[in-house]
């Protein structure tokens, strides 16, 4: 009698952590159903394979990390947009630093940098919408005012860089749900 014991609570425990994994994979495959991904994940249909990113031209970064989203994704790309089926067209992008406050003294104190992009996607060469417009913004103190070591330089460049990861994963993200309902 005594030796049965251990061996009910050690099935009492497998039986609560397959309960457990049972809960979970049924949680995950909820999630699923309802078409939720992780934030940042985006699908292209085989249908739109191969994408080209034709960038704006001035300068900016945003065609670059396009290309860099498609690749980390698995997304063919093409060399050329006579070669592609569809066609990611940045027609223009712009990054503002406004200022919002000043200090006592009249220096900038509290700042936003804010990008914009415009942009067509074109399957088959036909557009799939209208030019649309995504826009991001990020304030930011300077490094005086919070005492952190990055120089307000420097800080507005990490910021224009997750700014411009940010865009291009809501083009990508927009363009799979265009590419669901096409």
């Not at 960038?55 to 050329?80: I, M, N, P």
């Amino acid at each position: 009698m005594w030796s049965s014991d251990p061996v009910r609570g050690r099935l009492r425990r497998v039986v609560r952590w397959s309960e457990l994994i049972l809960m979970g994979a049924a949680a995950l495959l909820a999630l699923t159903a309802c078409g939720w991904q992780l934030q940042g994940t985006f699908r292209v249909p085989a249908g739109f394979s191969p994408v080209y990113v034709q960038d704006s031209g001035s300068g900016s970064r945003l065609g670059y990390e396009l290309r860099d989203q498609l690749r980390f994704a698995g997304v063919v790309q093409a060399d050329t947009a006579r070669q592609a089926k569809t066609v990611i067209v940045v027609r223009r992008d712009r990054i503002e630093r406004q200022l919002l406050a000043v200090d006592r003294t009249g220096k900038g104190r509290d700042y936003a940098v804010i990008m914009r992009a415009e942009y067509d996607v074109l399957h088959d060469g036909k557009p799939l919408q209208p030019t649309r417009t995504v826009q991001r913004r990020r304030d930011y103190l300077t490094s005086e005012a919070e005492g952190d070591p990055l120089t307000d330089e420097q800080r507005a460049l990490e910021i224009t860089d997750a700014l411009r990861r940010e865009v291009a994963r809501e083009i990508l993200r927009q363009l799979s749900i265009q590419a669901e309902n096409a």
